[in-house]
């Protein structure tokens, strides 16, 4: 008789006990299930793709990148890479400067005579103590419709750890678009496409 009262005792306790777990194993999964309310990225806005097709170059805007040109090695005591993220040497030993790896020059100051960059440029024949306002020109033409040229206003020097000494040139684009750069330097020349967006 106590064997059998026993046989029912577990008979009775078994189906409670898996109850309980598996009550106990859904209250496990709940806490740890993948949440299903992730929210959805937002629609992008015909603002913001207008925004990310301006700052993206046309086809027949042929800008140097670092995808198509080998970089330049500059010489001893520069950095034999540009020293920022994002750019690279472009140029010869006569006359280079330091490019963005995509050929686009984004976000400039905006005033009225247009949008300003600071260029610097560099060449192996150019001394600071000798030269504190380098014989530097700079010039340039929009590409990709009629447009005033680039405004120069003259040259100065930079001097830096990073950079040691640089020829500092500002300009102002006097629109956005695709724009051909040349700078002249003691019989060096350089020419570079960059695309100019807001």
């Given at each position: 008789m106590h064997k059998l009262?026993?046989?029912?005792?577990?008979?009775?306790?078994?189906?409670?006990?898996?109850?309980?777990?598996?009550?106990?194993?859904?209250?496990?999964l709940e806490e740890y299930r993948m949440p299903t309310d992730v929210p959805t990225a937002p629609e992008l806005t015909?603002?913001?793709?207008?925004?990310?097709?301006a700052s993206i170059p046309p086809v027949d805007c042929p800008v140097t990148t670092v995808a198509e040109n080998i970089p330049f090695t500059a010489p001893e005591p520069y950095s034999?890479?540009?020293?920022?993220?994002?750019?690279?040497?472009?140029?010869?030993?006569?006359?280079?400067?330091a490019l963005s790896t995509d050929g686009v020059w984004q976000g400039l100051p905006d005033n009225p005579q247009g949008y300003t960059q600071k260029i610097m440029w560099?060449?192996?024949?150019?001394?600071l103590e000798d030269e504190l306002q380098p014989a530097l020109v700079v010039?340039?033409?929009?590409?990709?419709a009629e447009a005033p040229?680039?405004?120069?206003?003259?040259?100065?020097?930079?001097?830096?750890?990073?950079?040691?000494?640089?020829?500092?040139t500002g300009v102002d684009f006097p629109t956005l678009?695709?724009?051909?750069?040349?700078g002249d330097y003691k019989k060096s020349q350089l020419t570079f496409v960059v695309w100019v967006a807001p």
């Open positions: 009262s026993h046989i029912l005792s577990l008979l009775i306790l078994a189906p409670l006990l898996a109850g309980c777990a598996s009550l106990t194993g859904a209250k496990a015909a603002t913001v793709q207008a925004e990310i097709a034999s890479n540009a020293p920022w993220e994002g750019l690279f040497w472009f140029g010869t030993k006569g006359l280079w400067t560099w060449s192996d024949l150019f001394v010039t340039g033409r929009r590409l990709d040229p680039l405004q120069f206003y003259g040259a100065t020097n930079a001097m830096a750890g990073d950079i040691k000494t640089a020829m500092l678009g695709c724009w051909e750069v040349t």
